[in-house]
Nanobody, 125 residues
């Protein structure tokens, strides 16, 4: 069983930066493919970024390419999402997710077995 706890959300102005963290327990992130997803009010949940268990593959949603970076620290068993040049449309609840099947980092959320509780990110204009 994997537990995921997100942190780092908050209120930031347009153009600002935030770094989200996802602390995992129950299994090491070195054996987990991880993803960040987000859901804005009234919208479906969408993929933000994923990272393969080996760290060799990264996938980014079109709307965040060039602005967001996913990374992980195996020693801290934590995955990060660095968000730069934030826009009001980035406002959403951000979720961390884990795929235990050693997948490549698919953007399909149904492939992820465990989810965190989410952290709110609000970008003011």
């Amino acid at each position: 069983h994997v537990q995921l706890v997100e942190s780092g959300g908050g209120l930031v102005q347009t153009g600002g930066s935030l770094r989200l963290s996802c602390a995992a327990s129950g299994r090491t992130v070195s054996s987990l493919t991880m993803g960040w997803f987000r859901q804005a009010p009234g919208k479906e949940r969408e993929v933000v970024a994923t990272i393969r268990w080996s760290g060799g593959n990264r996938y980014y949603g079109d709307s965040v390419k060039g602005r967001f970076t996913i990374s992980k620290d195996n020693a801290k068993n934590t995955v990060y999402l660095q968000m730069n040049s934030l826009k009001p449309e980035d406002t959403a609840v951000y979720y961390c997710a884990a795929d235990t099947s050693l997948g490549w980092g698919t953007p399909l959320e149904y492939e992820y077995d465990y989810w965190g509780q989410g952290t709110q990110v609000t970008v003011s204009s």
